[in-house]
């Protein structure tokens, strides 16, 4: 993947990943990828790659059935 697609394909999940954490506090890959109507293999593959280009964060939390899980948040301040 080039350069500009790569930061179009990061900007694209910070905003939607934005906009999912106005309405809930963890917002996983398959949280993500339901909103974006795509797998959530592919959700992760971008997020995992938006975390390692610093444009966000993952943290684990445990889930409402007691697994840990992974979810993610922007890392720039006002974000």
Do not use: W
Not at 34 to 41: L, Q
Not at 52 to 72: E, K, P, S
């Amino acid at each position: 993947m080039n350069d500009t697609r790569m930061f179009v394909v990061c900007r694209h999940y910070v905003d939607e990943l934005k906009r999912a954490r106005k309405e809930v506090a963890c917002v996983s890959a398959g949280e993500l990828a339901k909103r974006m109507g795509i797998s959530r293999s592919t959700a992760k593959k971008n997020l995992e790659m938006a975390c390692r280009l610093g444009y966000i964060q993952a943290y684990d939390f445990i889930h409402v059935n007691g697994q840990t899980a992974t979810a993610y948040i922007p890392v720039k301040a006002g974000q």
